[in-house]
């Protein structure tokens, strides 16, 4: 190697898992941000999410199909629950977006809480306006332990 290359890194990767250990999954890359929402789904769920696309930044793994989908509503998305111990594991968009892809969350509280403490996290308000809320400084870690 010369001295102008620079060395690979593998991209971060952090990974999660249902309580059971059936699902599991992995994001690829640096999470940005940890998404808490407030609207009627995500508040009872007690949720952190961090998104990406289907099979390009986050893969679900479920190699015996325990997972179950809810569809609520509009039905432009699914919840989707191990169905063997019941966590909440992702949410899936219904249809993949002009560009093709698929948007996908995953439940960073599946997550080893050391693996995302640091991440800060970004206030949507998904009960009355629909927007971001400004961030005030905490991360997972302040509002998980």
């Known amino acids: 190697?010369?001295?102008?290359?620079?060395?690979?890194r593998a991209p971060k990767m952090t990974r999660g898992?249902?309580?059971c250990g059936a699902v599991n999954w992995e994001f690829r890359g640096e999470i940005l941000?940890?998404?808490?929402?407030?609207c009627s789904a995500c508040r009872r769920y007690?949720?952190?999410?961090?998104?990406?696309?289907?099979g390009?930044?986050?893969?679900?793994?479920?190699?015996?199909?325990n997972l179950v989908s809810y569809q609520r509503g509009s039905k432009?998305?699914?919840?989707?629950?191990?169905?063997?111990?019941?966590?909440l594991v992702s949410w899936?968009?219904?249809?993949a977006g002009k560009d093709g892809r698929v948007r996908i969350a995953v439940n960073l509280r599946l997550a080893e809480p050391s693996d995302v403490a640091d991440i800060p996290v970004l206030r949507f308000?998904?009960?009355?306006?629909?927007?971001?809320?400004?961030?005030?400084?905490?991360?997972v870690g302040d509002i998980w332990f």
């Open 1 to 8: 190697m010369s001295n102008t290359e620079a060395p690979f």
């Open 17 to 19: 898992s249902c309580l």
């Open 33 to 38: 941000d940890a998404t808490i929402c407030n």
């Open 46 to 54: 007690g949720v952190l999410w961090a998104y990406d696309y289907d």
């Open 56 to 65: 390009h930044g986050i893969s679900v793994d479920d190699p015996q199909g």
């Open 76 to 87: 432009v998305l699914s919840f989707n629950f191990c169905a063997v111990c019941g966590n």
């Open 92 to 95: 899936r968009a219904a249809e």
């Open 125 to 139: 308000d998904g009960l009355h306006s629909f927007e971001d809320l400004a961030m005030d400084g905490r991360t």
